[in-house]
């Protein structure tokens, strides 16, 4: 097998992982599950990944850099400060049956239990702040926003959107995507001194 044969079936081995572990869980997805979905020998998924931990950690930061890339995007674009933050605020609120929600869920719960898993997940969540973060204090040296401390209200921001899209996520109906949009505007507007009005 050429490396490139490797890292071509590697990265076909994490997108089925993904898949496997959106429809399993974490908790109960077996590297069997991967081989079979994969339609490759359990032998190949432990030649990639020594251990299931393993495996599920990388198909975990794997599943997730998909939504750096586009968060870098963001943040590394022209854009305004405040077009960056309604662009962020867009990629971080849960759309529909979100699979990455679902992912991400079921990743913090498991990295109770997972020292491999909590360190990707702290690692990963810690990019979106530190990216909120950013962009918020280029909107105040911007003149554009008004925040004494935009760490603070990067985490604020987005403590709010996790524990809303838990709700949304894993209760149905609970409350309307509507509600759910004007609670995040209004929070946001409120940490970076705008009207909820600009945020839409």
């Not at 109770?112 to 990963?124: A, F, I, M, Q, W």
């Not at 709010?160 to 209004?186: K, N």
Request: aromatic share 6%; glycine share 4%.
């Amino acid at each position: 097998m050429t490396r490139r044969t490797a890292e071509v079936r590697l990265d076909a081995l994490l997108s089925t992982a993904c898949e496997v572990i959106v429809e399993r869980g974490l908790a109960n997805t077996r590297t069997s599950d991967v081989a079979t979905a994969a339609g490759v020998s359990q032998a190949l998924v432990f030649y990639h990944f020594a251990t299931k931990e393993n495996l599920l950690a990388r198909a975990f930061a794997y599943a997730a850099q998909q939504d750096l890339d586009r968060l870098d995007a963001v943040v590394q674009s022209t854009a305004t400060p405040l077009e960056k933050l309604k662009k962020i605020l867009r990629l971080y609120v849960p759309q529909g049956r979100s699979k990455s929600w679902a992912m991400w869920i079921d990743g913090w719960s498991e990295s109770l239990r997972t020292p491999e898993l909590e360190k990707v997940s702290r690692r990963l969540d810690l990019r979106w702040k530190e990216a909120l973060t950013e962009v918020i204090s280029e909107g105040v040296d911007a003149g554009m926003f008004k925040c004494e401390e935009p760490a603070g209200a990067a985490w604020r921001i987005l403590a709010l959107i996790d524990g809303l899209a838990v709700q949304v996520t894993v209760h149905d109906r609970v409350i309307s995507r509507r509600q759910l949009s004007e609670w995040i505007r209004l929070t946001a507007a409120r940490e970076v001194g705008l009207e909820p009005a600009q945020l839409v």
